[in-house]
Nanobody
């Protein structure tokens, strides 16, 4: 199992930016890292994912061109740069990981093995 810790959430005005970070504590090779978000009263949805040491990435349509997922020197650290934030982006953002090859891509919440506790992003207008 992987211990995941998110950081970087906060309150930002519409049009602003935030950068979320996720640190994974493991000696295993992380295959997939992903960001999900859950707005109040809504399902937990995939925002972005990265796999294979950053060779492949995925973004949900609503964040394309605004958000960028990236990894650090290895897959144990991932970031989500969020630009042009809108009130609709308000949610708790969760980092999730998968150590397995061959999992569904893009991943669904049910496919992720480990989860962080989440960091709240609030976008005001």
């Amino acid at each position: 199992q992987v211990q995941l810790v998110e950081s970087g959430g906060g309150l930002v005005q519409a049009g602003g930016s935030l950068r979320l970070s996720c640190a994974a504590s493991t000696h295993s090779v992380v295959i997939v890292m992903a960001w999900f978000r859950q707005a109040p009263g809504k399902e937990r949805d995939l925002v972005a994912a990265i796999r294979w040491n950053g060779a492949d990435s995925y973004y949900t349509e609503s964040v394309k061109g605004r958000f960028t997922i990236s990894s650090g020197s290895d897959m144990n650290t991932v970031f989500l740069q969020m630009n042009s934030l809108q009130p609709e982006d308000t949610a708790v953002y969760y980092c999730a990981s998968d150590l397995r090859y061959g999992s569904m891509w893009p991943p669904g919440a049910n496919e992720m093995e480990d989860w962080g506790k989440g960091t709240l992003v609030t976008v005001s207008s």
